[in-house]
């Protein structure tokens, strides 16, 4: 069993920034990857960003490659997500994820794990 919960949402204004956090605890494999995803009320939910638990391969959506940093602090079992450059279009709840064996890190169903979710506001 791994518990997730996630901290750093709230409201910006266009162009600024916040990190979002991730405290993982419980059962870990080898394999594992951390993962966000975002989701708009209406919407499937969206893969962001994700990393390995082991080692530094990373994974961005297109959307935020660029203005979104994914890392990891391995002592304090905690997964970051930094986000600059923020546009409205980046309204969502934020999501952590974990999966512990995944064939593919894009899709939600891989995920085995979630937090209860974080709201980003962006203000034009």
């Given at each position: 069993?791994?518990?997730?919960?996630?901290?750093?949402?709230?409201?910006?204004?266009?162009?600024?920034?916040?990190r979002?956090?991730?405290?993982?605890?419980?059962?870990?494999?080898?394999?594992?990857v951390m993962?966000?995803?975002?989701?708009?009320?209406?919407?499937?939910?969206?893969?962001?960003?994700?990393?390995?638990?082991?080692?530094?391969?990373?994974?961005?959506?297109?959307?935020?490659?660029?203005?979104?940093?994914?890392?990891?602090?391995?002592?304090?079992?905690?997964?970051?997500?930094?986000?600059?450059?923020?546009?409205?279009?980046?309204?969502?709840?934020?999501y952590?994820?974990?999966?512990?064996?995944?064939?593919?890190?894009?899709?939600?169903?891989?995920?085995?794990?979630?937090?209860?979710?974080?709201?980003?506001?962006v203000?034009?």
């Amino acid at each position: 069993q791994v518990q997730l919960v996630e901290s750093g949402g709230g409201l910006v204004q266009a162009g600024g920034s916040l990190r979002l956090s991730c405290a993982a605890s419980g059962r870990a494999s080898s394999r594992q990857v951390m993962g966000w995803f975002r989701q708009v009320p209406g919407k499937e939910r969206e893969f962001v960003a994700a990393i390995a638990w082991t080692g530094s391969t990373t994974y961005y959506a297109e959307s935020v490659k660029g203005r979104f940093t994914i890392s990891r602090d391995s002592a304090k079992n905690t997964v970051h997500l930094q986000m600059n450059s923020l546009k409205p279009e980046d309204t969502a709840v934020y999501y952590c994820a974990a999966a512990l064996d995944p064939l593919t890190v894009l899709l939600a169903t891989q995920y085995d794990y979630w937090g209860q979710g974080t709201q980003v506001t962006v203000s034009s």
